[in-house]
């Protein structure tokens, strides 16, 4: 049992050091993906979430967000070691891909909370509620197109 308090205490200690390091735009992306699924939760504890079919909770579909959400932190990842290697020997630190990355993804996850916000009966601005019928009706920029001739 020791052992295993060991191995999780270094993993969380090695996940925190990472985290520690990043620019403040990752903690946003951190923020904003917390309070999508959250939303999402309490979507589906009152049956309105658009991401059944019934509208309730559904183990699948938060396990499958929670899913997407540690991916989404591995392309940060990725845009972080890019940054790394484009700047190594430099003597520069610049975190332009992934404040990029974190950018496109905090916005993503904006428009989650926004359509869990409005699912749930809160009052949202006409504006914002057209712009997410747009990307919904253009596939909210998350999917790739699908490859000629299918």
Same mark, same amino acid.
């Given at each position: ?5 060991? =191995? *999780?205490?270094? =993993? #969380?200690?090695?996940?925190?050091? +990472? ?6 735009? !990752?903690?946003? *992306? ?6 999508? +699924?959250?939303?999402?939760?309490? $979507? #589906?504890?009152?049956?309105? &979430?658009?991401?059944?079919? /019934?509208?309730? *909770? /559904? &183990?699948?579909?938060?396990?499958? #967000?929670?899913?997407?959400? =540690? @991916?989404?932190? $591995?392309? =940060?990842?990725? %845009? ?14 610049? %975190? ?5 990355? $974190? ?10 909370? *926004? ?6 009966? !809160? ?8 712009? @997410? ?18």
């Amino acid at each position: 049992m020791k052992k295993i308090v060991e =191995v *999780l205490a270094a =993993v #969380g200690g090695a996940i925190a050091g +990472y985290f520690v390091a990043m620019p403040p735009i !990752v903690w946003i *992306l951190v923020a904003a993906m917390s309070l999508d +699924y959250l939303t999402g939760l309490i $979507c #589906g504890f009152m049956g309105v &979430s658009p991401k059944t079919e /019934s509208g309730g *909770l /559904s &183990s699948g579909a938060a396990f499958k #967000g929670l899913m997407k959400k =540690v @991916l989404i932190l $591995c392309v =940060v990842g990725l %845009a972080a070691l890019i940054d790394h290697a484009v700047t190594q020997g430099t003597g520069m630190e610049i %975190a332009a891909v992934t404040g990029a990355t $974190c950018f496109w993804f905090v916005a993503s996850e904006g428009l989650s909370v *926004l359509e869990n916000a409005a699912a749930m009966g !809160v009052p949202i601005p006409k504006v914002l509620l057209r712009a @997410l019928e747009i990307m919904k009706q253009h596939g909210e920029g998350h999917k790739p197109p699908d490859p000629p001739g299918e």
